[in-house]
């Protein structure tokens, strides 16, 4: 089965053109099953290159997906263009009473702040209290996954001496999680943050499990089975081209960044970079929608009940 999306979204033709079957409203309402309700809170400046990168993964397994994007109630965003945002995205505040079978946090570029100084904090721990009824299950990344295990662990967030940036090896610490179903012993996984969590202060709170981890970048995956969620701090949805870009721009803007460790051949920029990741990012995004489909409620008003 495929992703339902708006055929004016531009993820629709990308992911058409990939080979990924996508439905608009029409077709999808032929079909006569109950889709999961999958939500999209997008903290990312490039709205359009997100959407298009949590739609891949989630549009590649069997099941039919409804995708909702939402975005912070009040904070205006200064990179997508407000008609795409009003035409596709829908405030927080008005979707607060909607259930839905999975939620994705995405990361956002405010890690530098504490969490308390972010403009839109107090809307986002109501998000964040708001899955334990309306949601049932969430998936934090990134920033969007330090700062839900923060609220509801206490969990601190550090600065790093340098940015973690690049493609670094993993390794499975609980090869039994269902998360983790078809997964190797290691992995690559794109890293681009300048904060990390750390295991002992995650191992100190009560109800989490790391679940893959690495001896470079620190703790990458970790489950909260208590707050029914999945905190990732590292980037498995990034395309072959993002860390280059991230790059790029860092160069351009004279900001002092190192090139990403084991990103590009022999570490040579000049060459193109090869995408070591994509197999298990489909697989954990796969395997956690079908564990939302295993879990969840038939019937979406008994979600959170």
């Not at 899955?131 to 662990?153: E, K, L, P, R, Y």
């Not at 969990?155 to 390794?171: D, N, Q, S």
Request: aromatic content about 10%; hydrophobic content about 35%.
């Amino acid at each position: 089965m495929p992703i339902k999306l708006p055929s004016a979204l531009p993820a629709f033709d990308v992911l058409r053109n990939e080979g990924v079957m996508v439905l608009d409203d029409d077709a999808a309402a032929r079909q006569d099953i109950r889709p999961l309700r999958i939500a999209l809170l997008n903290l990312m400046p490039k709205k359009i290159q997100t959407e298009n990168q949590f739609a891949r993964l989630i549009g590649a397994t069997p099941l039919q997906i409804e995708l909702t994007l939402i975005r912070m109630s009040l904070h205006k965003t200064k990179n997508t263009a407000a008609d795409h945002m009003e035409e596709f995205y829908v405030p927080f505040s008005e979707v607060r009473d909607q259930k839905f079978d999975g939620l994705i946090i995405t990361g956002a570029p405010i890690e530098h702040l504490n969490f308390n100084d972010v403009t839109y904090w107090d809307e986002i721990t109501q998000v964040f209290e708001w899955t334990q009824t309306n949601v049932h299950s969430t998936f934090g990344v990134c920033w969007g996954g330090m700062a839900m295990i923060n609220h509801f662990h206490g969990v601190p967030k550090h600065l790093t001496e340098a940015k973690v940036f690049g493609c670094y090896r993993h390794h499975i610490t609980d090869p039994s999680s269902p998360f983790l179903r078809g997964f190797s012993d290691d992995c690559v996984i794109p890293v681009s943050r300048w904060t990390e969590m750390r295991e002992d202060d995650i191992a100190a709170a009560s109800d989490l499990k790391t679940l893959i981890t690495s001896d470079t970048s620190g703790p990458c995956l970790v489950e909260d089975a208590a707050h029914r969620a999945l905190y990732i701090f590292n980037h498995f949805e990034y395309d072959s081209g993002t860390l280059k870009q991230e790059f790029d721009r860092d160069i351009a803007d004279g900001t002092e960044i190192n090139v990403p460790q084991n990103y590009y051949p022999d570490d040579d920029p000049s060459q193109q970079p090869m995408n070591k990741w994509r197999s298990h990012a489909h697989l954990l995004y796969g395997n956690w929608i079908n564990q939302i489909y295993q879990t969840t409620k038939y019937d979406l008003n008994d979600i959170g009940t």
